[in-house]
């Protein structure tokens, strides 16, 4: 019985892609993102060191202090600066989408417990919850493979099957990314008063678990961050969370099963090919094999057929074709 799963070779050739395909990409971030990086921490150096200079009253360890706390709280520093009212972002609404971030696995790292045993209730509830979010997401995307198939039965061009399958597709794809990216999107950047890219940047980056922080809508800083108004598109959000990981993780099956399907195709031609080239090369070997033994009997047969009659003389040598005798007759004695 032949073991289920993929073997070590597959594997070995599966790890060295992963990791040639990430040193790739750490080539090309690395080559994007350094010199800006250089740039905005030179602006920022001149910046203090300008700072300093101006307001001398500032000692330099007291300027250090101020920059680790603000650091700690920096969303609460520029509040504070601002004069608005102190709030915590632990009430119903920010834990509800502080547990959000944590079971979907997307952690965009604004909001984390400070506590010890804050730290001990996530760890907890992270083990208990991530299965039951992820079960829940494999449902709702077994939903939407019935929806995508119902759709992909629709004979929007029934005279080509070809075709009428690939409008299909490119229906359902369609109607997935608009209702799940572009709208959102155009929603993020009125609200959030971010650029278009921008807006589909969070949604990526956020459906796809990966969770930079570095946008995050629902928060406080938004045209609808009083309460009411505030709350429902924070909760709306979140459900638009549960959907789009659900829809994308689905996209992503689809294009890895393609990629395993060509693989496997791959190896199925390569051994065949190879199956057959062995095959071939018996063949000849056998043609050969017989062609020599069949040689090698005629041969033999011709050896022993001959008969070679030597004439008067003690030893004679006779030669025929490239066959030489030497017969030894005695001599009879008169």
């Not at 984390?112 to 083990?127: C, D, F, H, M, R």
């Not at 369609?174 to 949604?203: N, Q």
């Not at 909760?235 to 689905?250: D, H, K, P």
Request: net charge neutral; charged share 20%.
């Amino acid at each position: 019985m032949t073991p289920e799963g993929p073997g070590w070779r597959r594997m070995l050739a599966l790890f060295v892609l992963v990791m040639v395909y990430l040193c790739v990409g750490a080539a090309i971030f690395s080559h994007i993102e350094g010199d800006p990086e250089i740039e905005r921490r030179l602006q920022l150096e001149a910046f203090l060191r300008n700072f300093l200079g101006n307001h001398s009253c500032v000692q330099h360890e007291d300027l250090i202090s101020v920059l680790r706390e603000v650091d700690q709280e920096f969303t609460f520093a520029l509040n504070t600066l601002r004069n608005t009212t102190v709030y915590t972002q632990w009430d119903f609404i920010g834990a509800f989408s502080f547990v959000v971030t944590v079971v979907t696995t997307i952690g965009y790292g604004n909001l984390a417990p400070k506590t010890y045993s804050g730290k001990v209730a996530l760890a907890v509830y992270a083990l208990l919850g991530i299965p039951i979010t992820l079960i829940m997401l494999n449902y709702l995307g077994q939903l939407l493979t019935r929806l995508s198939t119902r759709v992909n039965k629709c004979k929007l061009c029934s005279a080509k099957p070809l075709v009428n399958k690939l409008l299909n597709m490119v229906l359902i794809v369609a109607l997935g990314l608009t209702m799940l990216f572009i709208l959102p999107a155009l929603a993020f950047s009125y609200i959030e008063d971010w650029t278009v890219l921008e807006a589909l940047y969070y949604c990526f980056v956020t459906l796809s678990t990966i969770g930079f922080g570095d946008y995050i809508a629902a928060m406080s800083e938004n045209r609808l961050g009083h309460r009411g108004a505030g709350d429902l598109y924070r909760i709306v959000t979140y459900v638009w969370i549960l959907f789009g990981l659900a829809y994308l993780s689905l996209l992503i099956n689809y294009i890895s099963n393609v990629f395993i399907k060509k693989a496997e195709e791959m190896e199925r031609l390569t051994k065949e090919k190879l199956e057959a080239e062995v095959s071939r090369l018996q063949q000849e070997l056998s043609k050969t094999g017989k062609s020599v033994y069949k040689t090698a009997a005629n041969v033999k047969s011709s050896v022993k057929g001959k008969m070679w009659e030597a004439p008067s003389g003690n030893g004679i040598e006779q030669e025929t074709g490239n066959v030489t005798l030497l017969r030894i007759s005695q001599l009879s004695e008169s």
